[in-house]
């Protein structure tokens, strides 16, 4: 009997540890985001090289987040940006914004509203808000 319980504790294990490290990867990719938004308007808040700064999320090409300078990313002096590449299969919602600007002092967006993300493994949905002020939430 003792046998039978330990053999589907250690069968059920694996599926469990499985889910949980998938949970948190799609987690941490939340995270990084979020993290890499915070730095793109601190850098503009703090009018780093004078100028705006914005973060383009790339899911479909080079699978990567790109912080760069400027109006726009087409724009952008592409040998002063940087790159993060997305560890995660995750897909943005069509109705996000895929490029956020934020404005050189004030922080400020027009790229304002929810970045609705999809694991595109497990069908799990997170959030990331920005509100016009540039504020992030998650």
């Known amino acids: 009997f003792p046998v039978t319980i330990h053999t589907i504790i250690g069968a059920i294990t694996p599926v469990l540890s499985m889910n949980g490290i998938r949970s948190e990867s799609f987690s ?30 790339d899911t479909e090409n080079q699978k990567h987040y790109i912080l760069f300078e400027g109006v726009s990313y087409a724009q952008s002096d592409k040998s002063k940006n940087t790159e ?35 694991d595109t493994e497990s069908g799990k ?14």
């Not at 949905?125 to 998650?138: A, D, H, L, T």
């Open 28 to 57: 941490g990719e939340i995270d990084q985001l979020a993290t890499l938004l915070q730095k793109t308007r601190l850098q503009a808040q703090n009018n780093l090289n004078q100028s705006n700064h914005g973060l383009l999320i």
């Open 84 to 118: 993060f590449k997305i560890e995660y299969p995750i897909q943005i919602s069509e109705s996000s914004y895929k490029e956020i600007i934020f404005e050189k002092n004030s922080g400020r967006t027009v790229n304002y509203g929810d970045l609705i993300i999809t």
């Open 125 to 138: 949905v997170s959030r990331i808000k920005i509100n016009y002020e540039g504020q992030i939430s998650w």
